[in-house]
């Protein structure tokens, strides 16, 4: 993607442009769904919200908010709570663009709104953690009834924050905040590599997710299951790939 591009729609108005032209020059951290459907819609929300008087750091909250509910809903290990997740995870990464988009119109960035967003990134870890207690909910080994689940969610939750926090304090006040990893590197090589990235990562998990659950219906199936231990398989190794790339980089 050109640095000069936007993700604009036949419905953009020279005033939608102008804001677009100001809050969405492309970003090597962006991905292709962010880019290509989130960035699209943002840009309306964004309008909406400042003309409400909302802060950027307020729709930053919303979006580690929906994100890590997300989780909560994959847990639930049923084909209503995974479609429910999709938009759970797709409103809270809206709202990620929407906060960034806030705060260039604005002219408000700040370093608590970077700490929030590395908080957003944080919230992303249950999510993670929530895959595999889906599958073991599937399977029938875990045996807790909804509010069991919703319970040790939280705790989860509770938990990965408490350690995220002060990581998320010291990255914020360090000297690199901008620095790129390995990984991050080799996946805006060409179009293959950043459609890998995104089928590998959560917007994709979700989305392919989804999919699957709308063709087999709203009835239980094992077709969900094999998707998340199949995913769950490729994201250990991709895990492994990232540690061994990250370390030969220092």
């Not at 936007?6 to 492309?26: C, E, F, G, H, V």
């Not at 620095?179 to 994709?204: Q, S």
Request: hydrophobic share 50%.
């Amino acid at each position: 993607m050109e640095n000069n591009k936007l993700p604009t729609t036949w419905l953009d108005t020279k005033a939608i442009y102008a804001y677009r032209q100001q809050a969405q020059s492309y970003s090597t951290k962006e991905d292709l769904w962010s880019w290509y459907v989130l960035r699209r819609l943002s840009i309306y929300v964004t309008i909406v919200f400042l003309k409400w008087k909302w802060t950027p750091n307020a729709v930053s909250w919303m979006s580690a908010f929906f994100v890590a509910f997300s989780g909560f809903w994959l847990l639930q290990a049923t084909p209503a709570a995974f479609i429910v997740a999709f938009f759970c995870y797709n409103i809270g990464y809206l709202f990620d663009c929407v906060d960034g988009e806030m705060a260039r119109i604005s002219n408000n960035t700040s370093k608590k709104g970077y700490f929030i967003d590395l908080l957003i990134q944080g919230a992303t870890l249950p999510v993670y953690l929530a895959m595999p207690l889906s599958l073991m909910v599937a399977l029938d080994y875990v045996q807790l009834d909804s509010v069991g689940r919703g319970i040790l969610y939280l705790l989860i939750v509770l938990i990965i924050m408490a350690l995220f926090v002060p990581i998320a304090y010291q990255l914020t006040h360090s000297q690199a905040p901008n620095a790129r990893d390995p990984v991050n590197k080799i996946r805006t090589k060409g179009l293959l590599f950043e459609a890998a990235g995104v089928l590998l990562g959560l917007p994709g998990f979700f989305f392919v997710l989804a999919l699957i659950t709308l063709v087999t219906g709203i009835q239980p199936t094992t077709a969900q299951s094999w998707y998340i231990g199949g995913f769950l398989l490729v994201f250990a190794l991709k895990v492994c790939a990232r540690f061994f790339l990250t370390v030969r980089s220092f």
